[in-house]
């Protein structure tokens, strides 16, 4: 063992080159050659695996998500691999829906460093991780295993699987730096993930993303293309109290007013997305309890999740134009408070200002609190008060995601609504910021 704990893993794993932090430009990425080597290290663990691997610009956490709970559900043992964390990295290898334990947690980092070692292989913090991962589910003899891309698909590290279904959820513009800077461009990187023999799951996109992904994978032999809009559909879609009530229809059956505990109307899309993947997977549709028992237990952290009352306080993921869309879409339609809306946010560097709060405006915030993400891509807190000058607004600088946060709690009336949005560290921090004082009222309520 060359771990005596799991801290020591972790240090080990922190000291290695990280891309989350510090995003590579196109010709920094490297190729698959060092991850097949490290697996090939491990013996080879993903090949035995069958695999739903997700990519997608958003909804893909949200899918893999909605996929987990959907294969619990119908009793099969599922091993799931999501990224990046809101507080643990824990929280990235799961078993069931349930977090990898420390001691486990350990053992794969450490199988992982032992291979690299032996092969004198230099591993990125993402490699390991998904390697760490693929390990683990191999050593579990797990049934399924859901992975989620990192980012794009072709180059993603998780792309040695060879998945039985492939999932888009959807294609906007992200990570253009990497990427590319057209949605066209960004579809072809994504549709990498797709093999010979997989069935492809597709959300909604344009018809010009769509010609570029079929392009794309003409010469793989893809077992089947499924596409939101077409043979998959949402018949229904509708506000419901505490989510939305939605009517299914995929290629094998008709899935009529199921009861989704979450907010926003694109987690309909989503949820579309993963039932047609889980059919796709068994060529069989789901049974009604399986659906039924899957979303009565559904919960994703850190999207349109409410962590307050009196205020209202709404923690979402939205991290680009096209997510803060969706959150600016949700709140409009299922969030109107009598009182005012205020945004506390924080962003990384690559984001236009103007873009990120653009779709927001149009909610008469009252106040705008930015901070910086704790990460060396931060953009600078006085970087977006000076792009939301250009908008005619005006945004309060704060120093941190905890004064950010306490700023807008003192200025909040019991019918306000405060919303966290922006980076996924951001969200971190103000999640655990906000469960602490969740726990903390509830103990006072506990001893009064």
Known sequence: MPFRSVEDALSWLDGLIDYERVVPDRRALPSLDSMRELMSALASPELGLSVLHITGTNGKGSVSQMATALLVAKGIRVGTYTSPNLTYVNERLALNGDPISDAELCDALAAVALAAQAHELSVTRFEALTAAALWWFADLGVEVCVVEVGMGGTWDCSNVVEAQVAVISSVALDHTEVLGSTEVEIARDKAGIVKEGSALIVGGVSPEVK??????????????????????????????????????????????????????????????????????????????????????????????????????????????????????????????????????????????????????????????????????????????????????????????????LERLLEIAEDDDLIVVAGSFYVLGDARALLVARQQASSARETDS
Do not use: Y
């Open 211 to 404: 010609a570029a992904i079929i392009e794309q994978i003409e010469n793989r032999g893809a077992a089947s293309m499924t596409w939101l809009g077409e043979s998959l559909q949402l018949r229904r879609n509708e506000l419901a109290v505490g989510g939305r009530v939605a009517s299914i229809l995929t290629p094998f059956a008709l899935h009529e007013d199921l009861m989704i505990p979450l907010h926003g109307a694109h987690q309909a899309g989503n949820l579309a997305v993963a039932i047609a993947a889980v059919e796709a997977l068994f060529g069989e549709p789901l049974d009604t309890s399986v659906l039924e028992d899957a979303l009565a237990v559904l919960e994703i952290p850190g999207r349109l999740e409410i962590l307050g009352h009196n205020p209202l306080i709404l923690i979402d993921a939205a991290h680009n134009p096209a997510g803060m869309q969706a959150l600016a879409n949700c709140l409009d339609e299922a969030f109107s408070v009598t009182g005012e809306t205020h945004l506390l946010i924080g962003m990384l560097e690559g984001r236009e200002v103007e873009a990120m709060l653009a779709p927001l405006l149009e909610l008469e915030l009252a106040t705008i609190v930015a901070c910086a993400p704790n990460s060396p891509r931060a953009k600078a807190a006085e970087d977006v008060a000076q792009g939301a000058a250009g908008l005619g607004v005006t945004v309060e600088i704060a120093d941190s995601v905890a004064s950010g």
